[in-house]
């Protein structure tokens, strides 16, 4: 690349984000060193040789990356990670070590970037660097966040989920009621709802590799698509947390916040009325509440995969809806966070539309007020809730009203966009067939 091609706007933007985010994991890793434990940097790495937290996850990140390649490639690519993976699954088994799945895939993510520094130049370079940074970021997104809940859990020694729960008594404490609803379907209702809370980086993945199918034949990415969404969410989430530190129902409320609870009440009872004040809890339990992030996720998921064929649509209905049943049924959110975190999606999706499109008047008022909403959410959340909860029948529907609201906005202002061209054209050329071997 010459000296001028590094001059452009583009490029610098690429460059100076990346420094940022080298920083931004070196500070995550020096935090957790500080309390004692591992930072993300030193969990990716101990993934190359040791057992994966995740094996799927690692092997959504290696599809994400091989939508640069060609058929051809992603065959060897896929055969590599599964050979590898076998080598070590007989060696664990050999020597009775954890066994886990997934390292095979990080060892072809890694090689691809190394044939793409040592074997290619130019925009066969760029292309394939962009596939392994897609996959990489998806990886590099679920350690960090793993850091910032401890981060929380150390520095913020009290909680905010009595002016919450007081709060949601305007939404009639729907963690309780479909919690009830949850522990009556038995184990068979429980599992299926695990399995989709726990595997949403999954389904993301799936609706992420349709948006980006047409990558290696077209040679370049999607002016916006699914993955931006969910780093920026996964970005930006947990800065609230540390202004808004919530655990949620289960422990504040119920057995598994042991003596640090206010009673065991969840889902039976719901907390009485009286005046919210914060309470200290353990230093162990993520302030991962505020707003939720998981509904958040989902929603983003919901919304990119509209334009997907029918069964795509009809999977991001089901995972929207499961996400929130579990979310509400497992007692990790409140009412109040789902609301929140359903705001807070549109919001960031619409500046990350208007970023890629050209900022206008439409998409400037939908983001402000977005914005507006979800900090007006916070605000009452926190010095409003006894009001909220003894006028219910009128807070109750305002909430709603102003989600719905955001919801509206939202569909207008993309169905405007969909009408008119793009205010930046895209000026990325077709790029050349890139070979691995």
Same mark, same amino acid.
């Given at each position: 690349?010459?000296?001028?091609?590094?001059?452009?706007?583009?490029?610098?933007?690429?460059?100076?984000?990346?420094?940022?985010?080298?920083?931004?994991?070196?500070?995550?890793?020096?935090?957790?060193?500080?309390?004692?434990?591992?930072?993300?940097?030193?969990?990716?790495?101990?993934?190359?040789?040791?057992?994966?937290?995740?094996?799927?996850?690692?092997?959504?990140?290696?599809?994400?990356?091989?939508?640069?390649?060609?058929?051809?490639?992603?065959?060897?690519?896929?055969?590599?990670?599964?050979?590898?993976?076998?080598?070590?699954?007989?060696?664990?088994?050999?020597?009775?070590?954890?066994?886990?799945?997934?390292?095979?895939?990080?060892?072809?993510?890694?090689?691809?970037?190394?044939?793409?520094?040592?074997?290619?130049?130019?925009?066969?370079?760029?292309?394939?660097?962009?596939?392994?940074?897609?996959?990489?970021?998806?990886?590099?997104?679920?350690?960090?966040?793993?850091?910032?809940?401890?981060?929380?859990?150390?520095?913020?020694?009290?909680?905010?989920?009595?002016?919450?729960?007081?709060?949601?008594?305007?939404?009639?404490?729907?963690?309780?009621?479909?919690?009830?609803?949850?522990?009556?379907?038995?184990?068979?209702?429980?599992?299926?709802?695990?399995?989709?809370?726990?595997?949403?980086?999954?389904?993301?993945?799936?609706?992420?590799?349709?948006?980006?199918?047409?990558?290696?034949?077209?040679?370049?990415?999607?002016?916006?698509?699914?993955?931006?969404?969910?780093?920026?969410?996964?970005?930006?989430?947990?800065?609230?947390?540390?202004?808004?530190?919530?655990? @949620?129902?289960?422990?504040? #409320? $119920?057995? &598994?916040?042991?003596?640090?609870? +206010?009673?065991? *009440?969840?889902?039976?009872? =719901?907390?009485?009325?009286?005046?919210?004040?914060?309470?200290?809890?353990?230093?162990?339990?993520?302030?991962?509440?505020?707003?939720?992030?998981?509904?958040?996720?989902?929603?983003?998921?919901?919304?990119?995969?509209?334009?997907?064929?029918?069964?795509?649509?009809?999977?991001?209905?089901?995972?929207?809806?499961?996400?929130?049943?579990?979310?509400? @049924?497992?007692?990790?959110? #409140? $009412?109040? &966070?789902?609301?929140?975190?359903? +705001?807070?999606? *549109?919001?960031?999706?619409? =500046?990350?539309?208007?970023?890629?499109?050209?900022?206008?008047?439409?998409?400037?008022?939908?983001?402000?007020?977005?914005?507006?909403?979800?900090?007006?959410?916070?605000?009452?959340?926190?010095?409003?809730?006894?009001?909220?909860?003894?006028?219910?029948?009128?807070?109750?529907?305002?909430?709603?009203?102003?989600?719905?609201?955001?919801?509206?906005?939202?569909?207008?202002?993309?169905?405007?966009?969909?009408?008119?061209?793009?205010?930046?054209?895209?000026?990325?050329?077709?790029?050349?067939?890139?070979?691995?071997?």
């Amino acid at each position: 690349m010459t000296f001028a091609a590094w001059r452009e706007p583009r490029t610098i933007l690429w460059a100076t984000a990346g420094v940022v985010a080298l920083a931004f994991f070196v500070m995550l890793e020096i935090a957790a060193r500080h309390y004692g434990m591992p930072g993300p940097i030193t969990n990716q790495a101990k993934e190359v040789i040791f057992a994966p937290k995740s094996g799927p996850l690692l092997y959504g990140s290696m599809a994400l990356m091989m939508v640069v390649l060609t058929w051809r490639q992603r065959f060897i690519a896929a055969g590599v990670a599964v050979g590898i993976d076998v080598v070590f699954w007989l060696v664990r088994w050999a020597v009775d070590a954890k066994m886990m799945f997934g390292n095979g895939a990080l060892w072809v993510i890694l090689g691809c970037a190394v044939i793409a520094v040592t074997r290619r130049t130019g925009r066969e370079r760029v292309l394939l660097l962009k596939g392994v940074g897609l996959g990489l970021l998806l990886v590099a997104g679920r350690k960090t966040g793993d850091t910032w809940l401890l981060i929380t859990s150390k520095t913020r020694p009290t909680v905010l989920d009595q002016y919450v729960a007081i709060a949601d008594h305007a939404l009639g404490n729907p963690s309780w009621v479909v919690g009830r609803i949850v522990k009556a379907t038995g184990p068979v209702g429980d599992h299926i709802l695990d399995y989709v809370y726990i595997q949403l980086a999954v389904a993301a993945v799936v609706v992420a590799l349709y948006q980006l199918r047409n990558v290696a034949s077209e040679r370049r990415f999607p002016r916006h698509h699914l993955v931006r969404t969910f780093l920026v969410i996964g970005l930006l989430g947990p800065g609230i947390y540390m202004i808004f530190p919530v655990v @949620g129902p289960i422990f504040a #409320y $119920g057995a &598994d916040g042991s003596h640090w609870a +206010v009673a065991d *009440l969840w889902p039976n009872t =719901a907390p009485v009325l009286s005046a919210p004040q914060h309470m200290p809890f353990d230093e162990i339990t993520p302030r991962n509440c505020m707003p939720s992030l998981h509904t958040a996720w989902a929603t983003a998921i919901f919304i990119h995969s509209r334009k997907g064929p029918r069964i795509l649509r009809y999977a991001g209905t089901f995972w929207l809806i499961a996400t929130l049943g579990a979310t509400l @049924g497992f007692g990790y959110h #409140y $009412g109040t &966070d789902i609301i929140a975190g359903v +705001v807070f999606t *549109l919001t960031i999706e619409a =500046a990350l539309r208007s970023l890629e499109r050209g900022w206008d008047r439409s998409g400037t008022q939908l983001v402000a007020y977005g914005a507006a909403v979800f900090t007006a959410f916070l605000l009452s959340y926190r010095y409003l809730p006894m009001e909220m909860a003894e006028y219910p029948w009128v807070f109750g529907p305002l909430l709603i009203l102003a989600m719905a609201s955001v919801i509206y906005g939202y569909v207008r202002t993309t169905k405007l966009w969909e009408s008119e061209k793009p205010r930046i054209p895209s000026a990325r050329q077709p790029e050349p067939q890139l070979e691995l071997v």
